[in-house]
């Protein structure tokens, strides 16, 4: 793993495409990603993008915002502005191309620092996105932040299952996944499991049954068809995700699967499909 420091010029972008549905801005405290080489690294979308990757091997580098939480204190109000102007809240989705709880977060806590800075000048919305329980080491600061905007936590997981065959472990378990979510439901943060991109479940009922009786707020599913920016799944199928679905069901590769799913879970829990469950928008 490389590791590099940077300074960053400005750490708020200005959402555009499928996140400008979600929110007005993504904030990413890092560049690359220490997960890239887990399960979800293997078909994770932004592998694909040449601006991060520069000629890089994914999952092999993290260049570090240094000064992440001074640059969002120099610009929230700018960005604030920019997006009244166009008659939307100022909504910060964090992260939307790294993890904001990676590896390395526990030895530069670059966002926790934001975390902070945040609450001195908080978002409208606030979404933090993770595949790790790791997100609990800041519950105290997200308490207090969820009492000065609208903040949701939203926890990746893809199903029911551990891993798939073929491919590497998780970054961190399905149990302790489970278990910061039941955490932070309980302190009365709203949260949300994002199915995203949604494995082929061995039992769908008892999946979303357990989620419902850990307090979880809503599920969002995301299916790598739409779900990876591509209208057919196209940069998915270049990696080995679909065959390992496949294996286990060969209807989950379908977008049909993902309706069939959400059909189910909405007996259980209010269920969010793609960018509408990323929007919190539920049914």
């Known amino acids: 793993m490389i590791i590099k420091e940077i300074l960053c010029r400005s750490v708020l972008t200005r ?41 890089r091997q994914w999952g092999r580098f993290v260049d570090v915002k240094v000064n992440a939480d001074e640059v969002y204190r120099k610009t929230a109000g700018t960005e604030r502005a920019w997006a009244q102007k166009r008659g939307v809240p100022f909504s910060v989705f964090l992260s939307s191309s ?3 709880w990676q590896p390395v977060e526990q030895k530069y806590h670059v966002t926790r620092k934001i975390l902070f800075s945040m609450i001195d000048d908080p978002p409208d919305t606030l979404i933090l996105q993770t595949h790790t329980d790791r ?10 932040l969820s009492r000065l905007c609208t903040l949701r936590v939203h926890i990746s997981i893809e199903g029911d299952r551990e891993s798939l065959p073929g491919l590497p472990p998780p970054p961190c378990s399905l149990e302790n996944r489970l278990q910061a979510l039941a955490l932070f439901s309980k302190s009365g943060i709203v949260t949300v499991a994002c199915l995203s991109p949604l494995y082929p479940l061995k039992n769908p009922d008892l999946f979303f049954q357990s989620l419902a009786r850990a307090g979880v707020g809503a599920v969002i599913l995301d299916h790598f068809i739409l779900g990876d920016g591509t209208a057919d799944g196209n940069r998915t199928l270049k990696t080995e995700l679909p065959k390992a ?27 969010g499909v793609s960018a509408d469950g990323f929007a919190g928008k539920f049914t």
């Open 15 to 55: 959402a555009g495409g499928y996140l400008a549905q979600v929110v007005s801005h993504s904030l990413n405290p890092y560049v690359g990603c220490g997960f890239g080489r887990s399960s979800c690294g293997v078909a994770c979308y932004v592998q694909f993008n040449p601006w991060i990757i520069q000629s």
């Open 98 to 100: 790294t993890d904001p």
């Open 135 to 144: 997100i609990v080491d800041d519950l105290e600061c997200i308490l207090e």
């Open 245 to 271: 679905m496949a294996e286990l069901d060969k209807e989950s590769v379908l977008l049909s699967y993902r309706d069939r799913i959400a059909d189910i879970a909405r007996k259980y829990l209010p269920v």
